[in-house]
């Protein structure tokens, strides 16, 4: 990664955390461009509750002092600041890449707002390039794979990664997709998978950092 590439991941952080107010429930997110917001967090010394995406970021948030919520304890979540794999401009994510998934789908549709931060890198016109990462229970993961097989998309088992809930992550070629949402439903339905990297429609706002600018989607 350049260090260009972290700068705008920083920037889109920024202008996330701006949207902030004391007293919000905020999910956080996983990977670097979240890491960059829970720092610009503990920066501003915003006085929020953060519902944390992974078990890393809680030990960072931990480590900033931002105090927690268990999402359990909350009726829902004001805005949920996350990263994203790829994007299109009109909205649809894959994410996962770094196993977060599951956790990250689950604060997402407990949010009111979802609000994507990433480098202008991760844009795509349509989505596919990343292999859409599947979340599936151990015991089901050739089942899983035969099935992905016969939906047309090669695949690979991550090894040595197991998610925050002990699963096994599968990432999935199907190469350009053409209906996120029709994908997601498909994979959904097969026994054993917990979860798909698939956010179709689900992000309110993009924040997209390039070349030390911030570009919004939608516009
Ligand atoms: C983790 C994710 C991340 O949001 C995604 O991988 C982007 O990471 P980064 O901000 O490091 O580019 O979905 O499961």
Known sequence: M???QDNDKKLAAEMAVS?????????LGTGSTARFALHAIAEQRLEIKGVPTSWQTAELARS???PLVDINDVPYIDITLDGADEFTPSLDLIKGGGAALLHEKIVAVRSRQLVIMTDASKRVAQLGKFRVPVETIPFAVRYVQDRLAAMGASSSVRHGVLTDEGN????????LINDPAA???QLKAITGVVEHGIFAGMAALVLMGDNGR???FPQ
């Open 64 to 66: 900033l002092g931002i």
């Open 19 to 27: 949207m902030l107010r004391n007293g919000m429930t905020v999910g």
């Open 214 to 216: 911030v570009e919004r």
């Open 168 to 175: 096994a992550v599968i990432d999935a070629d199907f190469g």
């Open 2 to 4: 350049t260090s260009q």
């Open 183 to 185: 994908l997601g439903a």
